[in-house]
C-alpha cells in the first residue's frame, strides 16, 4: 500500500543527488513524499558523518525524529547515508530509536526497506560502496533554475584527514551518454545554472581508460540550454592545460574555481598526502588568472593538522596574504578514528587550533571586503532568486557566488524580476560580505 515518505538531507549536494535519488524511487513506487516528518508513515534522515560536526548534527537531527515518533506524529525513522555506513554498530545499541538503516551502496534499496519497515521489520541493508547505482532518475528538490549534476562517485585520493574513501568507496566516473542524458533532462525542465558536482570532478574519466576527460564532458555539456555551468572540487595536481584552456574559452563556464589546497606548507602537504607544493599551487595560481584574469578562486583550509607549528601557520597565512583568494573554508583539523592523521604524533591543541582557525577566517574577510570593494561602480550579471520580503528588495548571485556558501547581492528595481531571470546590477555598495546595487536599466 502507498505510504507518506518524509525526506530529510543532511550535508553535502552529493549527498542531496543520492536523496533526490531515494525521492523518486518512492514516487516511483507510488508512495506520497514530502519534505515534512510531521504525520508521515516514514522519515528517510540521510546523513553526513565525515567531522565531528558532522555527526553531532546527524544525532540531533535523529533524537528530534524520535521525539515525533514518541509523541504519535511519526511511525517509523530510517537512516541513511555516511553516518550508518560509519557506525552501524554504535546506532544499533546507542540509538534504539532507528528502525533501519541502509549504507552508501544500498540507496536504490530505499523502497523495499521502507515496505519492511512498515511490516515491523528492522532492515539494514549494507551493500558495496564501490558498485553503487549511479544513473538513477531524481526528484530535483534545488530551485527551479538551478540543480547539481554528479558525475562521479567515491574517491580514491586518500587523503590523511579524510574518512571519505572508506565510507563511500573508489572513485567512479558515470558515463559521459548518462551524465549528459540527465543533464539534458534538467536543461530542458529549465535549468540555467547547472553545478557540476563530485569528490573530485578534476579526475573525470580517468578510471574509465577510454580518452575520457573532464574538458571533453564539459565542451558537450556546454552545447546544452544553460546559461552557467559551475564548477566544484578541482584537484590542484589534475589540472590540465586543456581543462582551463576549455574553462577559459566556453562562455558558460564560471570563472569560480573551486579548488581545496587544505595548506601551502610542504611538510604539511605531504604529511596529508596531498599531491602537490607550494610552488606548484603557486604557479597554478598564475597561470588561471593569467588565462582568465576575472577568475574566482574559492579553497577549503584546514588549521591544525598534528605537525603545524607557529612556522607552518604563519606560512600559510602569507600564503593567503600573498594569493588574495577570494572564498575559503576554513576547517579545524577533526582526529577522525579511521584516518592517518587521527594516529599522529605532534597532535595540535584543539584551543590552539581553533584560535588558527579564527585569525585565518578574520584574514580571508579582509580580502573579501577588499575584492567587494572593487566590485563597486561595475556592472554585474546576477541571477535573481527572487524577491526578499525582510531586506525589501530583490536577492541573487554573481558568478563569484555559489549556493549556500559565498555572499549575494541585494538590489532594487523598478518592476518585476523574475526568480531564475539574469538581470545586468549595478553594484552600488558593500555590507557584511554582501553587495548591494540597482538593475541597471
Given amino acids: ?55 553531532s548534527e546527524a544525532i540531533d537531527n535523529i533524537l528530534q525524529l ?58 539494514a541493508h549494507f551493500g558495496n560502496i564501490h558498485r553503487t547505482y549511479e544513473d538513477g532518475e531524481r526528484m530535483v528538490t534545488t530551485p527551479s533554475y538551478t540543480a547539481y549534476l554528479k558525475i562521479a562517485e567515491g574517491c580514491s585520493n586518500g587523503c590523511a584527514f579524510c574518512i571519505i574513501p572508506k565510507l563511500r568507496g573508489r572513485y567512479r566516473s558515470r558515463s ?26 578534476t579526475r573525470y574519466g580517468m578510471d574509465l581508460g577510454d580518452g575520457t576527460t573532464l574538458a571533453k564532458l564539459l565542451k558537450e555539456l556546454c552545447k546544452l540550454d544553460f546559461h ?47 599531491r602537490n607544493t607550494k610552488v606548484e599551487l603557486q604557479e597554478l595560481f598564475a597561470r588561471l588568472r593569467q588565462a582568465m584574469p576575472d577568475v574566482v578562486l574559492r579553497t577549503s583550509l584546514i588549521c591544525g593538522l598534528p605537525g603545524e607549528g607557529e612556522a607552518e601557520f604563519e ?3 602569507e600564503f593567503l596574504r600573498e594569493q588574495k583568494l577570494q572564498r575559503a573554508g576554513v576547517f579545524q583539523f577533526s582526529p577522525e578514528e579511521g584516518t592517518l592523521a587521527a594516529d599522529m604524533e605532534d597532535q595540535v591543541d584543539p584551543e590552539v587550533a581553533a584560535r588558527r582557525v579564527e585569525l585565518v577566517v578574520d584574514l580571508q574577510s579582509r580580502i573579501m571586503d577588499a575584492y567587494n570593494e572593487e566590485r563597486l561602480g561595475s556592472v554585474m550579471e546576477v541571477l535573481c532568486e527572487g524577491f526578499d520580503s525582510q531586506a525589501g528588495c530583490y536577492v541573487g548571485r554573481t558568478y563569484a557566488d555559489s549556493v549556500d556558501i559565498d555572499g549575494h547581492v541585494y538590489f532594487t528595481a523598478a518592476g518585476l524580476v523574475p526568480a531564475g531571470s539574469f538581470v545586468p546590477v549595478r553594484i552600488t555598495g558593500v555590507s557584511d560580505g554582501d553587495l548591494t546595487g540597482e538593475i541597471e536599466e
Avoid at 80 to 97: A, V
Avoid at 176 to 201: F, M, N, R
Fill in 1 to 55: 500500500m502507498p505510504y507518506k515518505i518524509a525526506f530529510v538531507s543532511l550535508g553535502c549536494a552529493k549527498n542531496l543527488v543520492n536523496t533526490e535519488q531515494m525521492m523518486a524511487l518512492c514516487r516511483k513506487a507510488g508512495h506520497t513524499v514530502t519534505g515534512e516528518p510531521e504525520g508521515a508513515d516514514v522519515a528517510v534522515l540521510n546523513t553526513c558523518g565525515f567531522i565531528e560536526s558532522a555527526k
Fill in 66 to 123: 524520535a521525539q515525533l515518533k514518541e509523541s504519535g506524529k511519526l511511525k517509523k525513522l530510517l537512516v541513511t547515508g555516511c553516518l550508518t555506513q560509519r557506525y552501524p554498530e554504535d546506532i544499533r545499541t546507542e540509538l534504539p530509536e532507528v528502525d533501519g538503516m541502509l549504507g552508501t551502496g544500498s540507496y536504490t534499496d530505499v523502497v523495499q526497506a521502507v515496505e519492511e519497515l512498515m511490516a515491523g521489520e528492522r532492515p
Fill in 176 to 201: 559521459t551518454e548518462a551524465v549528459l542524458a540527465e543533464a539534458k533532462q534538467l536543461a530542458d525542465s529549465g535549468v540555467k545554472e547547472l553545478i557540476v558536482i563530485a569528490q573530485d570532478i
Fill in 228 to 274: 552557467w555551468i559551475r564548477l566544484h572540487y578541482l584537484y590542484p595536481e589534475v589540472i590540465t592545460p586543456e581543462l582551463v584552456e576549455t574553462i577559459a574559452s566556453q562562455k558558460k563556464i564560471l570563472h569560480y574555481l573551486d579548488i581545496p589546497i587544505q595548506h601551502c606548507n610542504d611538510g604539511i602537504l605531504k604529511a596529508m598526502r596531498r
Fill in 315 to 317: 606560512e600559510l597565512c
